[in-house]
């Protein structure tokens, strides 16, 4: 089992930034992929990044491109997902993931999940 802690939301206005950080715990053994996905109240999850276990391929999803930066440090088995530019149509609950590839992250295929955190940005 793998154990996946998420921290860093909060309440931020338009135009702010925020970092949310995922923790790995637990067996954490060979290579994986880390993502963030985001489900806003009443709509569907949506794919927020990814980056694979070299940090080489890093992919984002259309909302965040250009304006979110992940980023992985596989000694501390953590994952961060800088923010900036932010707006009200970035208010969600944003889960950490893991899955064997980025791309499996891409299709909302994860083998385990945190238990998210909440992102509100205020107009």
């Known amino acids: 089992q793998v154990q996946l802690t998420e921290t860093g939301g909060g309440s931020v206005q338009f135009g702010g930034s925020l970092r949310l950080t995922c923790a790995a715990s637990g067996r954490t053994e060979g290579d994986y992929a880390m993502g963030w996905i985001r489900q806003a109240a009443g709509k569907e999850r949506e794919y927020v990044a990814a980056?694979?276990?070299?940090?080489?391929?890093?992919d984002y999803g259309k909302s965040a491109s250009g304006r979110f930066h992940i980023a992985r440090d596989n000694t501390k088995k953590t994952m961060d997902l800088w923010m900036y530019n932010l707006t009200p149509d970035d208010t969600a609950v944003y889960y950490c993931?893991?899955?064997?590839?980025?791309?499996?992250?891409?299709?909302?295929?994860?083998?385990?999940w945190g238990r998210g955190t909440q992102v509100t940005v205020s107009p």
């Open positions: 980056i694979d276990w070299t940090a080489f391929m890093r």
């Open positions: 993931a893991v899955a064997p590839t980025w791309s499996q992250l891409r299709e909302g295929r994860a083998d385990y």
